[in-house]
């Protein structure tokens, strides 16, 4: 939570520092050609229509299952075919290659659901309530569309609009196929509907069960920021559980005004962790595992002697591999990691500079190696780079100033960060990532915290006092491709696992917030109440362009303290379907938020 303090701090900021950095044209209706393979069941799929979602333009694979079509940067562009799974992929400014894989509609029937009601009972789902915000209360009991056999759409309260007009313009935004009507058939007052538009007539609104009270009014008056979650229960079902009042459907709503959710001995959330009885078998392999089913250069540079042996390897694979920035970087990596040759790793990037340059997916990972292997200077020149190339992307904000901090220059990271401010005021960028928000607002806060004193006059200092709202550790995800899939493995010290998947399949709505706001991160929080080692692990999913992805991970220990520690490691994830052992946190606690 931001306190008032640090709100106060960053007006400051903003009034005494101003943005030098220029801005150029963004290139957001630039049209360019994807094209791609759509299979099935390893299959090449014909017939599958590829379009521009809210448009008529769109084209079929041939029997290869291959395309072409023309898009703008933030299309939607749709996959479906008779049978198949329909899929949604929104198109970035690099995105030039989009392979995809349908599934059969088969693949959705019910056997996995049936197998998680045996298991999931109200007991669990209470327990579960804090850290699943797929569960909600309703006076039936807890309600999660993993153990329903109906459509039971969940929103989390968070993810409301608390500057919307009223609770139902926030739950329309939220829920498409809900609509708000004024005066509908004649009667006074707003409603919310569960039907298109087109088809109201003579259709009955949605009625409301607030906090296990079925209302006979609409909550207009409802205070959007006390909401934890709302559901909406689909009429067939409601008609069943609340009779002649739920002919509309049924809107539920959990608020803070009353106690939700079962808690331990001593008040706390139950640990998720622990909840399903996820007991780590240790089935992740070493990076060195891994290398085995790596390109067979990369096995030759990782077992050079000498720097020589190295360039050596180069020179022999650069006329097959040299068209690639991921092999310019294995190279690189090689040379930094075993011998330190930062010169050398400097010359193969030279040799190789139309390979990065206006591509901010190879600008990103190069950023990446330089910032793991300590040369802040050469990344921030790169981040310069790539904000240059995307203005309009939220996370160019994040990484420049976090880049000005790294080579010291604190004054004018702040500086980035106020100018991130304005353009959310003034709408040039999109504001609305209940995501992104969080993870830039404490990046901000940690640097006012750090390093305010050094910025501001010091007789100040005592005037304004900032302290984090989080004490422990903190890990910090990024990754250079916005399509890359994959999955975390949080091993906690009593040896249970938590996974984190980051995939369209799983969490589309975070996918495409993420594309549409600009951002390719995530954060994880670990408290001090649970001493003890946590391991962390990876399993790469792949991404639309079957190429490798490249992650960054940022360790703060003792965060926001003044004895805080950040380390960064990067990583290439190349071989998919592999769990892969990345690193371990010491000393840490429970993983309290992400």
């Known amino acids: 939570m931001q306190n008032q303090k640090t709100g106060h701090y960053r007006s400051i900021v903003i009034l005494f520092f101003a943005f030098t950095c220029s801005f150029v044209g963004y290139t957001q209706s630039k049209e360019n050609t994807i094209s791609g393979k759509v299979t099935s069941l390893g299959e090449p799929l014909a017939d599958v229509n590829v379009s521009i979602k809210g448009t008529d333009k769109g084209v079929q694979t041939d029997s290869l299952g291959t395309y072409a079509l023309k898009v703008r ?31 059969p509609l088969v693949n959705e029937l019910e056997e996995v659901v049936v197998s998680k009601r045996i298991r999931k009972t109200q007991e669990s789902l209470a327990k579960n309530y804090f850290s699943d915000a797929s569960i909600v209360k309703s006076t039936h009991g807890y309600l999660s569309p993993s153990i329903v ?33 004024e005066n ?39 205070d959007i920021r006390t909401v934890i979650r709302v559901a909406i229960m689909p009429a067939s079902e409601a008609i069943y559980r609340y009779g002649k009042a ?34 780590y078998i240790d089935n992740a392999i070493s990076g060195e595992k891994v290398l085995e089913n790596g390109p067979s250069y990369l096995k030759q540079l990782k077992g050079s002697g000498q720097i020589q042996d190295v360039l050596s390897t180069y020179r022999e694979y650069r006329n097959n591999h040299g068209s690639s920035y991921a092999f310019v970087l294995d190279v690189c990596t090689v040379l930094l990691d075993t011998f330190n040759a930062k010169e050398e790793a400097g010359n ?46 939220s996370q160019s904000y994040m990484d420049l100033a976090n880049s000005y901090r790294n080579i010291g220059d604190y004054k004018q990271a702040a500086a980035i960060y106020s100018r991130y401010e304005h353009l959310k005021k003034i709408e040039y960028l999109k504001n609305d990532s209940t995501s992104f928000l969080p993870i830039i607002n404490r990046e901000m806060n940690n640097l006012l915290v750090m390093r305010g004193a050094e910025m501001f006059d010091f007789r100040k200092k005592n005037e304004y006092v900032w302290d984090e709202d989080f004490d422990g550790t903190r890990l910090v ?30 969490d589309p709505k975070r996918i495409r917030d993420e594309k549409m706001n600009g951002y390719a991160c ?47 490691k990067v990583f290439r994830l190349g071989v998919k379907g592999v769990s892969q052992k990345l690193f371990k946190v010491q000393g840490s606690g429970k993983l309290v938020s992400k």
Do not use: C
Not at 193 to 201: E, I, P, V, W
Not at 484 to 497: R, S
């Open 73 to 103: 940067p933030l299309d939607m562009v749709v996959f479906s075919h008779i049978g198949m799974v329909p899929q949604e992929i929104i198109v970035e400014d690099v995105t030039r290659v989009i392979n995809i894989r349908m599934e």
């Open 149 to 181: 056999g109906y459509e039971l759409r969940v929103v989390d309260g968070k993810d409301l609009n608390a500057s919307a007009r009223d609770i139902l313009d926030a739950i329309a935004k939220q829920l498409p196929g809900t609509v708000v009507r």
């Open 184 to 222: 509908p058939n004649g009667t006074i007052g707003r409603f919310l509907f569960a039907q298109n538009y087109g088809s109201l007539r003579g259709a009955a609104p949605l009625r409301f069960e607030v906090d296990g009270a079925v209302l006979q009014e609409v909550p207009t008056w409802l």
């Open 246 to 279: 739920g002919t509309g459907g049924m809107v539920i709503i959990n608020t803070n005004n009353t106690e939700y959710g079962f808690r331990d001995k001593d008040g706390r959330a139950y640990d998720a962790f622990r909840l399903d009885n996820n007991t």
């Open 348 to 393: 193969i990037v030279q040799e190789h500079t139309h390979l990065f340059k206006e591509n901010p997916i190879a600008l990103k990972a190069l950023a990446y190696v330089y910032e793991a292997y300590g040369m802040p200077k050469k990344a921030h020149e790169v981040y310069r780079s790539i904000y240059k190339i995307r203005p309009a992307y």
């Open 477 to 506: 995800f990024e990754w250079n491709d916005g399509e890359a899939e994959f999955e975390l493995q949080f091993v906690n010290p009593l040896g249970n696992y938590h996974n984190a998947i980051h995939s369209m399949v799983s």
């Open 522 to 568: 995530d954060e994880y929080l670990i408290d001090n109440s649970l001493k003890g080692d946590w391991l962390v692990n990876v399993k790469y999913l792949g991404n639309k362009s079957l190429t490798a992805t490249y992650l960054k991970t940022t360790i703060y220990r003792n965060y926001g303290s003044p004895n805080q520690e950040r380390e960064v």
